[in-house]
């Protein structure tokens, strides 16, 4: 799984593709600490949500802010306080523990099991787990973005959101913004909070 760049489109380029980077950008940002490029990118980022609905709008202009008042050093040493450490790491980023409470569990097992199914498999070079939020949201990003439409289609998409993030994304995301030491993170999990609920109401309505 590669680290996607910021690329923010607007509304009127297509809203499939705005999703697709959205997804692309999540990924980004729970994989690792934000790099310099990223940060510079963030300081000209327009304050507008980059989809249409105001759901996102606060959320994304509270992600913008933290991004611009964040340095690298900052930046580094929240995410790895909060995400890696020693030992145990203060908030776990991987499905199975919010589902299970333990890591390495059978949600992972049927994850892999539906990935196989749509021809992905994990990076060997990467250490993280495929139930890695990052992991997650890149899948979704193939998933709205990729050539293969047998598999790259809006019905695949529901499938895995709803199997593999919308159980457990925000309670993730209450973990985050309940750490004293959340900064720039608690801004992260807020918009992902937001983004997840109005992807969770788009599925919704495919379903009414």
Known sequence: MKAAPIAVTAADQGEELARAELYGLLARLWLAPPDADLLQQFKVAV???????????????????????????????????????????????????????????RPLAALRTDLAALGLARDESRLETEDHIAYGFEVMRYLIA????????????????????????????????????????RALAAFTRAFVQVETQGFDMLES
């Open 47 to 105: 304050t507008q949500a980059p989809e249409t609905g105001a759901h996102l709008e606060a959320p994304w202009q509270a992600l913008v802010a933290a991004m611009r008042e964040s340095s690298l050093e900052s930046a580094a040493d929240e995410y790895n306080a909060l995400f890696l450490g020693v030992g145990k790491p203060e908030v776990f980023l991987y499905g199975s523990y919010y589902l299970t409470g333990f890591l390495n569990e």
């Open 146 to 185: 990729g050539d293969d439409l047998a598999v790259c289609n809006l019905e695949q998409q529901r499938r895995f959101f709803r199997s593999h993030l919308q159980p457990w994304v925000e309670a993730l995301c209450d973990a985050v913004e309940a750490h004293p030491a959340a900064r720039l993170a």
